[in-house]
């Protein structure tokens, strides 16, 4: 009890965050009961999003997505994420967002929903909140691109990064070499989820192909020994997210989950929870769990509080004040 208390007061940096995966169901039903829309069938009898496989899950994501069509329906998303990660005491965020859902790729309407959001954000001061354009991988290489350049005209002290999330079966990560290009010559800071569901291959494929800092997941690589060596030595970030890994099936339970070894082989990790409602899961939860299965205790949790400042894309000020 103790320890779960001390858990929730602490300060803490989220990096590996999906603005739409966040969205509560209550949102969702409240938001497309508005508009007249029919997303029951995405739900299970008591009310949580319902999904068999990751496959699904992709889908169930898009159909809660539906609802959301307008920069004042992000502000309001904004306004209820923020408030549950500031409950959970997360002082800065990073959330990916996707033009692909925030105007279609139009850079006119993106700058729109980014002012919308912006605004929202600076009404919950007490969570500091940065935008990493996402790319979604299974919606291919044109969007992608369209994605980097709304990112491009965006790119500030707000919107910071550029990643790529989706399914991670779907096509090949050198597809979006040019749209990473573009992000980077934009000042962009870069990430790619990987090594989720593809194998080490994938991992090496991010960081060959988008070079790339961080990594979302990432957390195949343990297959590799000789990559998990690599990656300990170039210091690439793993934004790790354990109950979205045991909520998708990667792995059986958080007590087999490897960031426990990751960490060990000096693998600067990070811990996130990637669609919080989805997974049942909290900052707050992530912690615990990581306790229980692993014996980490307030220490661990405040090295990867420093580690997750560090790896931030955000100002030096910024950062400093994190830490
Ligand atoms: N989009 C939202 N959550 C994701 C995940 N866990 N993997 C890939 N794409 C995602
Ligand atoms: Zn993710």
Redesign the pocket.
């Known amino acids: 009890e103790e320890l779960a208390d001390a858990i929730r007061r602490m300060p803490k940096v989220e990096l590996h965050h999906?603005i739409?995966?966040a969205a509560p169901p209550a949102f969702v039903r409240g938001l497309a009961s508005e508009k007249g829309l029919d997303v029951s069938d995405i739900f299970d009898p008591s009310g949580a999003y319902e999904y068999a496989d990751?496959l699904q899950?992709?889908n169930v994501?898009e159909q809660a997505v539906r609802p959301l069509q307008t920069p004042r329906d992000y502000a309001r998303l904004t306004r209820a994420v923020l408030e549950e990660a500031a409950a959970h005491n997360v002082v800065y965020l990073e959330t990916?967002v996707s033009p692909d859902f925030c105007g279609g790729g139009d850079v006119g309407a993106w700058k729109e929903y980014v002012h919308a959001i912006r605004e929202a954000a600076a009404e919950v001061p007490e969570t500091d909140l940065r935008i990493v354009v996402?790319a979604?991988?299974h919606f291919g290489a044109d969007k992608a691109r369209a994605a980097a350049r709304c990112a491009q005209e965006a790119a500030g002290d707000f919107v910071t990064g550029f990643g790529i999330?989706?399914?991670?079966n779907a096509g090949h990560l050198s597809d979006f070499t040019y749209a990473f290009d573009a992000a980077r010559e934009a000042g962009l800071r870069l990430t790619a989820?990987a090594g989720?569901?593809g194998g080490p291959r994938s991992v090496r494929d991010a960081i060959e192909h988008l070079k790339v800092e961080r990594i979302?997941?990432g957390v195949r690589a343990v297959e590799d020994p000789k990559l998990v060596e690599y990656l300990a030595a170039a210091g690439i970030v793993l934004e790790v997210?354990p109950q979205?890994?045991v909520a998708?099936g990667v792995y059986p339970s958080t007590r087999a989950h490897p960031i426990d070894k990751l960490r060990d082989a000096g693998v600067t990790v990070t811990v996130s929870t990637?669609?919080p409602p989805?997974f049942h899961t909290t900052m707050t939860k992530e912690f615990e769990e990581l306790a229980t299965a692993f014996h980490w205790g307030v220490d661990d949790f405040r090295r990867l509080g420093l580690t997750a400042a560090d790896a931030a894309f955000c100002d030096p000020d910024t950062r400093a004040a994190l830490k």
């Open positions: 999906h739409e995966g990751f899950f992709l994501y990916f996402t979604v991988r999330g989706g399914d991670e989820h989720e569901w979302g997941h997210c979205s890994n998708l990637d669609d989805f």
